[in-house]
């Protein structure tokens, strides 16, 4: 079992920043591969960011390309979602996940290891 607890939602104004945290424990040696999905009202979950723990290799969901940035601090299992020049369509539940192997990195179905989420609201 591996445990994941987000942190570092908010509300912010158009073109703001925000830091995701997600601070895994237990049986993380069984995983490699986080992503960040986000799932708006009435809407579905998307796919936004994946990393593997490995070697640092990422993917981006196009509409965050260039704005957001993935990454991990191994010693601390901590994965980091830096969230830039941020829009009101990103206003959603943050929700970080965990598997164990990086094929098929943007399809949430093959996660299984699901954090509580975090609420992050851009205001415009």
Known sequence: QVQLVESGGGLVQTGGSLRLSCAASGRTFS??????????????????????WSDGSTDYANSVRGRFTISRDNAKNTVYLQMNNLRPEDTAVYYCAAKRSFTTPRAARDYDSWGQGTQVTVSS
Do not use: S
Not at 32 to 46: D, I
């Open 31 to 52: 995983k490699n591969a986080m992503g960040w999905f986000r799932q708006a009202p009435g809407k579905e979950r998307e796919f936004v960011a994946a990393i593997r």
